[in-house]
């Protein structure tokens, strides 16, 4: 009778300590961590203006800058599963406000003949390499004014997302 005692303790111990592992939450989105992400943008007028719904996840490291900033910051502490509407201000961590001056008259026959039109958007590189979206913003008799400033300058937006997962970095082992 104690064996059967012994044995139905063990299991009651045994059922609590699982029902305790099921229960808890997977790791949050914290800095370091890689994050799989769903999201769609949307723009003040509710318009979509990119989304990875029923593509492949957005894929990320937390605190990285890999992100926009205001987006980045509204992460932290979500779960897998969790969802979440996010409004990210120009300049509270968005593309920031559009800058006038950022604008750069170039030969038109730099430009290819197909994005010699008023709103095409371009990818400029710079002296080192880097790649940057630029829009023609005038076109004039022997030069295209270029508008430096990215398509989403001075815009609200607007995110639904979903965290698909988040991994924390594994620890070196010690020696």
Do not use: W
């Not at 300049?91 to 003949?113: F, S, T």
């Not at 880097?130 to 030069?143: F, G, L, M, N, Y």
């Amino acid at each position: 009778m104690t064996r059967t005692v012994k044995l139905a303790a063990a299991l009651v111990a045994l059922s609590a300590s699982t029902a305790f592992a099921q229960t808890q939450s997977p790791l949050p989105v914290q800095n370091g961590a890689t994050v799989s992400l769903e999201y769609t943008l949307k723009d003040e007028g509710g318009q979509v203006l990119d989304t990875n719904k029923g593509g492949n996840p957005l894929v990320f490291v937390q605190g990285q800058r890999q992100i926009i900033p205001g987006l980045e910051r509204e992460l932290v502490g979500m779960r897998p599963g969790e969802e979440k509407k996010v409004v990210v201000a120009p300049d509270d961590g968005g593309y920031g406000p559009v800058v006038p001056g950022a604008q750069q008259e170039v030969p038109k026959d730099a430009i290819p003949k197909e994005g010699l039109k008023v709103g095409t958007q371009l990818t400029a590189r710079s002296g080192s390499g880097e790649a940057r979206p630029v829009t023609v913003k005038e076109i004039k008799d022997s030069t295209v004014v270029l508008d430096f400033n990215h398509p989403l300058a001075g815009k609200t937006l607007f995110f639904d997302v979903k965290v698909l997962g988040v991994q924390t970095p594994k620890t070196p082992a010690k020696p």
